[in-house]
């Protein structure tokens, strides 16, 4: 039985297990809209007050739920109303179909009425574009949309439909849904460099961005971690892959991320990039960016590879596929073997009233059980307990020592000295923890 193109359209979207598509209608685009009803049943459009809040949606629920977000427009402005979304998507990374009326075949060319040539506009932004000239290619194209928008490093596609093809008929051919490109790792003797280079390092460190998403590789990510003995800062895309008070993640990266997590970034010898860019936000001035650290780089997208920064090793594959043969060669290191991630404390100078031993030198904390043991054992009058943290220190163990103590000790008292603001923060919280009154001293 021979059906619309529009139809078509639709059914193919159900087919790809599309429930939800997001959209504002137009004269070029109202036979798709008409199909939309009459399959209402199985497929649910959300309508908007603008094309941009739609494509935006759409890109929102793509980020949400890992499928492909639909958006739907009609020709001219409705379609050029798409750009800013679709180049969203394409930044990010976002798997997106965006499907566009337009003018009759015919007219292509012509400049008609509310004609663009949309293709044209978005093809620096989007992985692919189609323009559909014949009814009969029309279900096959939807369905290499969809392959294209999740395979490899997501991102957007648009195709664009005139208005004869939405109407001409054609026989549907039901097929199963397309599934993305199958997913490769790195090559073994990258990955073995790689092990390599974090075998000889002393303070690695795992910088991860909206790829360990796309690619599902939070688990593997925090196991190398674990067993490296590494901590992890992101980029703004990764913000979500690793819970904000895992004791081993710093925060965000660069000029608006967390001091802890760029100062140690800045002072690895070793960082491991996954799933990132390196933009100018995160290094500021490539030319002193993090000068001690080899950088060993992993991402689907092999154009990302030294684009940016200099790399060590750059390896090419699918995240969690390349971290499956990473993590067994990668070498294990308990806390603080070899790998002083909370560099050395500044020699604590005469503190005067404050109860503490004037000129007394306290020892470097390298670990977090020997900041707990510092807690009570440092050299102290009375019953106050002083740890002090340099501004290089990352702000987690903070918390992690709080754990190790034992508060309802009537004559513990926690005295923390602060050199960079950004400590108080952190130990203001740790007191409504904690319930204990911390002290801050930021006489140094």
């Given at each position: 039985?021979?059906?619309?193109?529009?139809?078509?359209?639709?059914?193919?979207?159900?087919?790809?297990?599309?429930?939800?598509?997001?959209?504002?209608?137009?004269?070029?685009i109202?036979?798709?809209y008409?199909s939309?009803?009459?399959?209402?049943?199985?497929?649910?459009h959300?309508?908007?007050?603008h094309?941009?809040?739609?494509?935006?949606?759409?890109?929102?629920?793509?980020?949400?739920?890992?499928?492909?977000?639909?958006?739907?427009?009609?020709?001219?402005?409705?379609?050029?109303?798409?750009?800013?979304?679709?180049?969203?998507?394409?930044m990010?990374?976002?798997?997106?179909?965006?499907?566009?009326?337009?003018?009759?075949?015919?007219?292509?060319?012509?400049?008609?009425?509310?004609?663009i040539?949309?293709?044209?506009?978005t093809?620096?932004?989007?992985?692919?574009?189609?323009?559909?000239?014949?009814?009969?290619?029309?279900?096959?194209?939807?369905?290499?949309?969809?392959?294209?928008?999740?395979?490899?490093?997501?991102?957007?596609?648009?195709?664009?439909?005139?208005?004869?093809?939405?109407?001409?008929?054609?026989?549907?051919?039901?097929?199963?849904?397309?599934?993305?490109?199958?997913?490769?790792?790195?090559?073994?003797?990258?990955?073995?460099?790689?092990?390599?280079?974090?075998?000889?390092?002393?303070?690695?460190?795992?910088y991860?961005?909206?790829?360990?998403?796309?690619?599902?590789?939070?688990e593997?990510?925090l196991?190398?971690?674990?067993?490296i003995?590494?901590?992890?800062?992101?980029?703004?895309?990764?913000?979500?892959?690793?819970?904000?008070?895992?004791?081993?993640?710093?925060?965000?990266?660069?000029?608006?991320?967390?001091?802890?997590?760029?100062?140690?970034?800045?002072?690895?010898?070793?960082?491991?990039?996954?799933?990132?860019?390196?933009?100018?936000?995160?290094?500021?001035?490539?030319?002193?960016?993090?000068?001690?650290?080899?950088i060993?780089?992993?991402?689907?997208?092999?154009?990302?590879?030294?684009?940016?920064v200099?790399?060590?090793?750059?390896?090419?594959?699918?995240?969690?596929?390349?971290?499956?043969?990473?993590?067994?060669?990668?070498?294990?290191?308990?806390m603080?073997?070899?790998?002083?991630?909370?560099?050395?404390?500044?020699?604590?100078?005469?503190?005067?009233?404050?109860?503490?031993?004037?000129?007394?030198?306290?020892?470097?904390?390298?670990d977090?059980?020997?900041?707990?043991?510092?807690?009570?054992?440092?050299?102290?009058?009375?019953?106050?307990?002083?740890?002090?943290?340099?501004?290089?220190?990352?702000?987690?163990?903070?918390?992690?020592?709080?754990?190790?103590?034992?508060?309802?000790?009537?004559?513990?008292?926690?005295?923390?000295?602060?050199?960079?603001?950004?400590?108080?923060?952190?130990?203001?919280?740790?007191?409504?923890?904690?319930?204990?009154?911390?002290?801050?001293?930021?006489?140094?």
């Open positions: 039985m021979k059906i619309s193109g529009s139809d078509i359209l639709i059914k193919v979207l159900i087919e790809q297990d599309c429930r939800v598509v997001f959209g504002y209608p137009g004269g070029q109202i036979n798709v008409d939309l009803y009459k399959y209402s049943d199985e497929i649910t959300v309508l908007t007050a094309e941009q809040g739609a494509v935006h949606a759409a890109d929102g629920f793509a980020r949400t739920t890992g499928k492909v977000g639909v958006v739907i427009a009609t020709s001219g402005p409705g379609a050029t109303n798409l750009v800013t979304g679709i180049a969203t998507a394409y990010d990374s976002i798997p997106l179909v965006a499907i566009c009326g337009n003018v009759p075949t015919s007219q292509i060319g012509s400049d008609s009425f509310q004609e040539d949309i293709s044209g506009v093809l620096p932004i989007t992985k692919h574009n189609f323009f559909v000239s014949s009814v009969g290619e029309l279900a096959d194209t939807v369905r290499e949309a969809f392959r294209l928008a999740m395979s490899g490093r997501p991102g957007p596609v648009l195709i664009d439909i005139p208005k004869d093809i939405q109407m001409a008929k054609c026989e549907y051919i039901e097929k199963a849904p397309v599934a993305a490109d199958a997913k490769f790792a790195a090559k073994d003797v990258r990955i073995r460099e790689a092990a390599d280079c974090i075998n000889t390092s002393e303070r690695p460190y795992i991860i961005g909206g790829g360990m998403i796309s690619s599902d590789a939070a593997e990510m196991e190398l971690a674990e067993k003995d590494a901590p992890i800062g992101s980029s703004l895309m990764g913000l979500s892959c690793v819970p904000s008070d895992h004791p081993r993640f710093l925060g965000m990266q660069g000029m608006h991320g967390h001091y802890a997590s760029s100062m140690t970034m800045h002072n690895a010898d070793c960082i491991i990039a996954l799933g990132v860019r390196f933009n100018d936000r995160v290094t500021g001035d490539k030319t002193k960016f993090s000068k001690k650290a080899k060993v780089h992993i991402d689907i997208d092999g154009s990302e590879l030294s684009k940016n200099e790399l060590a090793y750059g390896l090419r594959g699918d995240l969690k596929e390349t971290l499956k043969k990473l993590i067994p060669i990668a070498p294990e290191r308990g603080c073997e070899g790998n002083p991630h909370y560099l050395p404390l500044d020699e604590l100078m005469a503190m005067g009233e404050d109860g503490v031993a004037a000129g007394y030198q306290y020892p470097e904390v390298t977090l059980d020997r900041m707990a043991e510092m807690l009570f054992t440092s050299g102290t009058t009375g019953s106050s307990k002083c740890v002090m943290l340099s501004e290089k220190n990352v702000i987690s163990p903070v918390n992690a020592a709080c754990e190790a103590v034992d508060f309802s000790r009537d004559d513990v008292t926690v005295s923390i000295l602060p050199i960079h603001h950004t400590y108080e923060l952190c130990i203001t919280l740790a007191s409504l923890n904690y319930g204990v009154d911390i002290g801050i001293n930021d006489s140094l």
